[in-house]
C-alpha cells in the first residue's frame, strides 16, 4: 500500500502513514475541517521509489491545484518527541513535476542534520525510522497560527494560548515575523490584532473539544481563510509540559515543592526507589515534627507544603526554614505563594492532632538534648555517630537461610526504620545550625564569602575521605597509568567486573564505597559495585593532574589552611567589634569545623539498608526472570513492593505495567528542566514570578564558595562519561556526592540548582574551589568550550 486517502490513516497505522497523517485522519473522523488529502506511505520509502502514478493518480482527485507537502515520519508528532521543525514541508507545490520534487525533499529531511540531532537526543534508533508524506491540498488563508491547549510557558492547564499572524502560518512557526500572542482564559476579549473576539472563541471550543478527544493538552495548526472558515493542519500532543499533580477534588490550589535536588537529584526515580523514598522522606520530616506528603510528579519528589503555608504558625518561618537545604530559587518561589491571596492563612490551619503537637513537642525536647550535647563535646558526638552507622552496617546484612523469594521478599518488607537515628541525626543539625548561624552574627563584621572560607577544608566528611581514597589510588596505578587513560571507562569497568583488570586497588576502594553511586538514594539505580564506570570516568580524570599543587590533597590542605588562619583573625575582629556576638560567633565556627563535615555522613550510613535491599530484590527479580514474569531481573525496580508481593505470591504477570513505566522513564530522563515549585493547576511558580533584569554577559547566582576563576567550560550532563580537564569549569543542573570526584580536577563549580550547605557547594568549599549555585538555564546557557569567569563571592559567571 503505498498512497491512502488521508481520511483513512488511523493511530493503528503509524508505522504506515507516520505520525502527522495518523492525527490528521483521526481529526477527519471526529468531524474536523481539515483540508481534503492522502498520504504516501512509509512503505513506499522503504522501496525508495516514489510511486508516480498512484501519486498522480490522487493529485488529480483532489482537482490538481496547489498543495502543501508535508512530512510525517514514524517518530514525529508522538508524545515524547514533536520533531517540530525538524523535517521539511513545502507549500503552494503546482503540478506533478514540483509534487514528486517535494515528496523527495521530504524524504530528504528525514537525514538532514538536525532531524538527526534530535533523535540522537532522544535516543530515537535511526534505522527504525521511516518518512511518510502528507498532501493536501492548500489553504490560502487570511491569518493563521498555533493554539496551545495549555499555556506552554506557565504550565498551566486551565488557560490556553494562541500565537498569530496575517497570511501563511509558517511566519509563526518558523520565528519569522512579529505574531500577536494572546492567553485564553476564559474573559471576554475585545477585537486586538489579527484576530477577532469570535475567531478566539471559536479556537478556544475547538482546543477544549481535541483536548477532551485526545485526552492531553494539544499543540494545533489552524488557519482561516477569506471565507473566515477555520481549518485544522495538525493536532498533537505538546511534548514540553511538566506532568501534573495528581488531582485532589479540592477547589482551592496545592503547592508543591521539588525535594530530590536536596540530595541532587533531578532525574526520575524508578518506581520502586519512589516507594521508598517517599515513606523514608515522610519519616525523616516526621522525626524532625514537620508532616509533609511526598508526591510523585514526573518521578521525580515533590512535597505538599500546602498546609504548612496556610498555617499561620508555620508560614511565619517556612521561608527561612528553605534556606539550607532548598536555597534561594525555592525561597523565593514559596515568598510568591505565601503572597497569593489563594494561600491565605485559614481557620483550621495543619492538619495537626493533640498526638502532632505532642509528637511536635517530644521530638524539640530530644532536639535540644541531643544538638546541646554534641556542640558541648563535639568529639563524643562523633565517636558515637560512627559507631551507631558501623552497627547499621552489621544490622543491615541480610540473614544466610534466605532462600525463596517470598523470604527475600518478607525481609525486604520487614526493614525498621534504625534505632539510633538520634545519634546520628542531631549532631548533623549541630553542625549545620553552628555553620549556619554566624552568617547573621556577623553581619557588618564579615560577609558570606569570608565565612564560606572559614568552612572550607572541614575534616570528618565522608564524601571528602571517599574522593582523597579515590585520589590515592591514582597515584599509585604505576605502569598502568596509560591503560586508564586511553581504554574507555565502560570498557574498563567490564574487565574489572570480569576479573581481567590489572589489581590497582579498585577492588579495596569498592569495598569501602562500593555502595554509593550518582542518584544513589534511588533504590532502582546501579551501585558502583555493580557499574564501577564512573569511578574509572573519574580516576582517567585525576590522571590527568599533572601539576602537584593542583593534587585534590594538597587543594585540601590549603583550604583547611586558609580556613584556621582566617577564623582566627575573624574571631580577633569580631570581638574586638563585637565582643559578645564574636565570642558566640567564634564558638560557632570552631564547633563547625568539628561538625559541619558530619553532614554527608548521614546520607551515608543510610546506603547500606539501601544496597542490601536491592541486592534482596534483584535476586527476587532474577527468580521472576527464570518463571517468565519479567523479561530481565532489573524489571523488578519498576514495580512496587505490593506488585512484587502480587507476583511472588500469585503469580500476576507484571511485564505490561514494566513496559509501560520504562517508557515514561526513558522520556522523563530526557527532561533537563524540572521546576522548583508546581501548583496544582500545572503551573511552573518560577515562570511567573518578576523577570530579572537583562544581564551584560553575566549570569547571577548565588555566591557558595569564595575565589574567582578563569577558565574553560565543561557543561556536563552524565558524571559517569564526563571528561574533566585540570582548571574546566563544572556547569551541571545539580550534583550530588556521586558527582564529587569530578571536583577534584575542576577550576569551579557552577549549578542550576542547590543551597548554600547543599553536598555540592559543601564538597567545593571543601576543596576551595568556587562555587556559584542557582544559575538558571546554566547548562542551556553557557556552552564547552566557552571562557568564563566563575565568581563565587560576587556570585556571577561572566561568559567572554
Not at 565522608?462 to 579515590?470: F, G, Q, R
Amino acid at each position: 500500500m503505498h498512497v491512502i486517502a488521508l481520511s483513512e490513516a488511523t493511530t493503528q497505522m503509524l508505522d504506515l502513514v507516520g505520525g502527522k497523517a495518523a492525527g490528521l485522519g483521526e481529526l477527519i473522523r471526529r468531524g474536523e475541517r481539515v483540508p481534503e488529502g492522502f498520504c504516501v506511505t512509509t512503505e513506499a520509502h522503504r522501496l525508495g521509489v516514489i510511486p508516480t502514478a498512484e501519486v498522480v493518480a490522487a493529485y488529480e482527485r483532489l482537482g490538481a491545484g496547489p498543495v502543501a507537502v508535508r512530512s510525517s515520519a514514524t517518530a514525529e508528532d508522538l508524545p515524547d518527541a514533536s520533531f517540530a521543525g525538524q523535517q521539511d514541508s513545502v507549500l503552494n507545490v503546482t503540478g506533478t513535476a514540483e509534487l514528486i520534487a517535494a515528496i523527495e525533499t521530504c524524504w530528504d529531511s528525514l537525514h538532514s542534520d538536525r532531524a538527526t540531532a534530535y533523535r540522537d537526543a532522544r535516543q530515537i534508533d535511526h534505522q527504525t525510522v521511516r518518512m511518510a508524506v502528507v498532501v493536501q491540498r492548500m489553504i490560502t488563508p487570511t491569518v493563521a497560527g498555533v493554539l496551545f491547549t495549555a499555556n506552554p510557558l506557565t504550565g498551566r492547564r486551565d488557560e490556553m494560548a494562541v500565537d498569530a499572524a496575517a497570511g501563511l502560518g509558517t511566519t509563526v512557526v518558523d520565528g519569522a515575523a512579529t505574531v500577536d500572542h494572546y492567553v485564553l482564559d476564559g474573559v471576554p476579549r475585545d477585537d486586538t490584532g489579527c484576530l477577532t473576539s469570535v475567531h478566539l472563541a471559536e479556537l478556544r471550543a475547538t482546543g477544549e473539544r481535541l483536548q477532551a478527544h485526545f485526552g492531553s493538552p494539544q499543540d494545533v495548526e489552524w488557519a482561516i481563510d477569506a471565507d473566515d472558515v477555520l481549518w485544522l493542519l495538525q493536532s498533537r500532543p505538546i511534548t514540553s509540559l511538566f506532568p501534573l499533580p495528581p488531582r485532589t477534588g479540592e477547589p482551592l490550589p496545592r503547592v508543591y515543592l521539588e525535594f530530590g535536588h536536596v540530595q541532587g537529584m533531578l532525574q526520575p526515580v524508578t518506581p520502586m526507589g519512589m516507594s521508598t523514598l517517599r515513606t523514608q522522606i515522610a519519616a525523616m520530616l516526621a522525626a524532625l515534627g514537620v508532616r509533609v506528603d511526598i508526591v510523585d510528579i514526573g518521578g521525580r519528589l515533590y512535597g505538599d507544603l500546602s498546609d504548612l503555608a496556610r498555617d499561620r504558625s508555620s508560614r511565619k518561618r517556612l521561608v527561612k526554614l528553605l534556606a539550607v537545604d532548598f536555597g534561594p530559587r525555592a525561597q523565593a518561589v514559596m515568598q510568591h505563594v505565601l503572597a497569593d491571596p489563594r494561600f491565605a492563612p485559614t481557620s483550621g490551619g495543619a492538619r495537626r492532632g493533640g498526638a502532632q503537637g505532642a509528637a511536635s513537642l517530644r521530638t524539640a525536647g530530644r532536639a535540644v538534648v541531643g544538638i546541646l550535647r554534641a556542640l558541648a563535646r563535639p568529639e563524643a558526638a562523633r565517636t558515637r555517630m560512627f559507631e551507631a552507622i558501623e552497627q547499621m552496617r552489621v544490622r543491615s546484612a541480610a540473614p544466610a537461610d534466605l532462600r525463596t523469594a517470598a523470604d527475600r521478599l518478607r525481609f525486604v518488607q520487614a526493614q525498621d526504620p534504625d534505632d539510633s537515628a538520634d545519634a546520628i541525626m542531631w549532631p548533623i543539625v549541630a553542625g549545620m545550625l553552628a555553620a549556619a548561624l554566624p552568617t547573621a552574627l556577623l553581619k557588618g563584621v564579615a560577609g558570606p564569602d569570608e565565612i564560606h572560607t572559614v568552612l572550607g577544608g572541614m575534616p570528618h566528611n565522608v564524601t571528602i575521605e571517599m574522593d582523597l581514597a579515590l585520589w590515592r589510588l591514582a597515584q599509585g596505578v604505576g605502569d598502568h597509568r596509560q591503560l586508564l587513560l586511553d581504554t574507555p571507562p565502560a570498557e574498563l569497568a567490564a574487565r574489572h567486573l570480569r576479573g581481567t583488570l590489572p589489581d590497582i586497588g579498585m577492588t579495596t576502594f569498592l569495598d569501602v564505597y562500593g555502595h554509593r553511586g550518582v542518584a544513589e538514594v534511588d533504590l532502582g539505580v546501579p551501585r558502583w559495585a555493580e557499574d564501577p564506570t564512573p569511578v574509572f570516568a573519574a580516576l582517567a580524570n585525576y590522571l590527568r593532574v599533572t601539576d602537584p599543587r593542583q593534587g585534590p590533597d594538597q587543594r585540601f590542605q590549603r583550604a583547611a589552611a586558609t580556613a584556621e588562619a582566617s577564623l582566627t583573625a575573624l574571631v580577633a575582629r569580631a570581638r574586638r567589634r563585637r565582643p559578645v556576638r564574636g565570642r558566640i560567633a567564634g564558638f560557632l565556627l570552631r564547633r563547625a569545623r568539628s561538625l559541619a563535615g558530619l553532614r554527608e555522613a548521614g546520607k551515608f550510613a543510610g546506603l547500606y539498608p539501601l544496597r542490601e535491599t536491592r541486592r534482596q530484590l534483584l535476586l527476587i527479580g532474577a527468580d521472576l526472570h527464570g518463571s517468565g514474569l519479567l523479561d530481565q531481573p532489573d524489571d523488578i525496580m519498576f514495580l512496587t513492593l505490593d506488585e512484587v508481593h502480587a507476583a511472588v505470591h500469585q503469580g500476576v504477570d507484571p511485564r505490561g505495567t514494566v513496559t509501560a513505566r520504562r517508557a515514561v522513564h526513558r522520556r522523563e530522563l530526557r527532561r533537563r528542566t524540572v521546576p522548583v515549585a508546581l501548583l496544582s493547576d500545572g503551573t511552573d511558580v518560577e515562570t511567573v514570578l518578576p523577570a530579572r533584569p537583562a544581564g551584560d554577559g553575566t549570569l547571577a547566582g548565588v555566591g557558595a564558595s569564595a575565589g574567582r576563576v578563569t577558565g574553560p567550560a565543561r557543561v556536563v550532563h552524565d558524571p559517569g562519561t564526563a571528561h574533566i580537564e585540570p582548571g574546566d569549569v563544572l556547569i551541571a543542573a545539580t550534583t550530588d556526592p556521586g558527582w564529587t570526584p569530578l571536583f577534584l580536577t575542576a577550576a569551579a563549580l557552577v549549578t542550576e540548582t542547590g543551597a548554600i550547605m547543599a553536598h555540592g557547594p559543601t564538597v567545593a568549599r571543601e576543596y576551595g574551589i568556587p562555587a556559584v549555585i542557582c544559575v538558571p538555564d546554566a547548562t542551556r546557557t553557557i556552552s564547552t568550550g566557552q571562557l568564563v569567569t566563575v565568581d563565587g563571592g560576587a556570585g556571577t559567571i561572566t561568559v567572554h
